[in-house]
């Protein structure tokens, strides 16, 4: 079975990834992926969001130093008694989660093959989608 992550198409651009990139002295793009790499690794170690640990193990694993303590400062993560503790993990980690997805998916591809099939199917409201700054 596939493992993945739920992520949204405006996490890149969330003002948490900006101010790692600048907490860090990084682009964008190396806060983002050193924010997948985290959070990959954390949906192997804990299913409630919560891990002891430190936030020098968690620089490493996201092999970018002051990762955690900016994601700190953001408010995704919050440490306490040695224990990290990842701000709405269920809402984007764990099993809850990656079904919502798989049903959103499985909804989307039984509206398509009833397309297909010439049946009429209500359209579902667009997304916003997210304003992307411009680059110089």
């Not at 806060?31 to 193990?57: I, K, P, S, V």
């Not at 049903?103 to 009429?120: D, L, P, T, V």
Request: charged residues 30%.
């Amino acid at each position: 079975m596939a493992r993945w992550l739920k992520v949204g198409i405006d996490t890149p651009y969330k003002t948490a990834i900006r101010n790692m990139a600048k907490d860090c002295g990084c682009t964008r793009g190396d806060a983002f992926l050193a924010w997948f790499d985290l959070y990959a690794w954390l949906d192997e170690q804990t299913a409630d969001g919560r891990l002891e640990t430190d936030h020098a193990e968690l620089d490493r694993k996201a092999g970018l130093a002051g990762a955690a303590a900016s994601l700190e400062r953001s408010g995704w993560l919050t440490f306490a008694d040695g224990v990290c503790t990842i701000t709405n993990w269920d809402e984007h980690n764990g099993q809850n989660a990656k079904r919502r997805a798989a049903n959103a998916r499985r909804m989307s591809e039984q509206r398509e093959e009833m397309r297909r099939q010439g049946m009429e199917v209500r359209p579902c409201p667009k997304p916003k989608m997210p304003v992307r700054p411009r680059t110089k």
